[in-house]
């Protein structure tokens, strides 16, 4: 029986995929696996029985992902799951900004008398543009990106991408994939952007990137506050080098300017999209405890030989090892355990994960200890 808590609400429809092999606890110290969307878990204790944390959403700031490393526990998360309501949020954050909505809406709300005759000779104040015909900018082309840019392109829109890590030979064939982001910037009237949080692209939204901006284009972020400086940005914003921002994050330093449009973190906010993260969640999660697979984890390499049907997988989080098959197989095989087959994924600080399938095993030889022992963190029998 697996133990599993979850630290926010999680989608009944989500959870309605854990068999009887599972049962949601409240006590988080005993549990197996947690769930978990917005809450912080970096000041967090954890115990020594969680083996895994699913994320249902796909940014994972909010959770150490290394700490949990050190002690064997994948962090998977849900990419792709809410990329249709992300990408409708962000046609729609395009066409607020577009027809100036936000500002209109303000103003006739506060019409008291004389509606009409306002309305017609106030209406003209906010004139905005129609999106056919217009270039639209995707900064980043993973699931959300190139969904937004299909439907950009449905619209009548000319559609640019750029992205480091796109691969020539998956580029579609209705947007251009630029190499050199300046040169798509200067062209966009625009600018999307759908990359995770990180060190690479921590305030990457700054002067520069800013300055290779068409002048007047609109600036849209459903991705992270986190890739904008936003001094920068700021300064862009009083000059009208950027005519609008369109931003779902917003904070004391956005509040009540006239060219920025806030929206409180809508990006996934919908029934369909909770239940699409919370039933990827669970399903990670008890493939990764029925099977030993590792599959969409943010802190641990791929490693995935499809369901167990019979027999034993033994899996190890290991250390140290320069070549971690190796080095198990010799391990094993001085317990006289002889895997039909094996993988391993390395991380870049030397700690992996190694699965290796069966046919029968006796868990009393699995008792590491020495030298070998100091290496291998966790390791698990799943058998069927």
Known sequence: MYQITTLNKISPVGLANLTEQYMITDKTEAADGILVRSQDMHEMDFSDSLKAVARAGAGV????????????????????????AVKELVLCGMFLAARNVPAALTWAAALREDVSKAVEKGKSQFAGSE?????????????????????????????????????????????????????????????????????????????????????????????????IKEDALLAALESGKVAQYVTDFPNDNMIERKNVVLLPHLGASTAEAEDNCATMAVMEIRDFFENGNIINSVNFPKVDMGPLKKGTRLAFFVKDMENPVEEMLTVLSSADIHPKKIQAGMRKDGIAYVLAEVDTVDTDALLFSG???AKILRHEVITK
Do not use: W
């Not at 909010?62 to 799951?81: H, Q």
């Not at 759908?194 to 007047?216: C, Q, R, S, W, Y």
């Open 61 to 84: 700031n909010n959770i150490p992902l290394d700490r949990l490393a050190e002690k064997g526990v994948v962090v998977f998360n849900t990419p792709g799951a809410n990329a249709n």
């Open 131 to 227: 999106v056919l015909g217009k270039t639209l900018g995707v900064v980043g082309l993973g699931a959300i990106g190139r969904k937004v840019a299909a439907a950009a392109n449905a619209l009548g829109m000319k559609v640019l991408g750029y992205d480091p890590f796109f691969k020539a030979d998956e580029t579609p064939a209705d947007f251009t994939v630029y190499e050199d982001l300046k040169e798509m910037l200067s062209q966009c009237d625009f600018v999307t952007l759908h990359l995770p949080a990180n060190d690479g692209t921590k305030g990457m939204v700054n002067e520069e990137f800013i300055g290779a901006m068409k002048e007047g284009a609109i600036l849209l972020n459903f991705s992270r506050d986190k890739l």
């Open 371 to 373: 030298e070998v022992g």
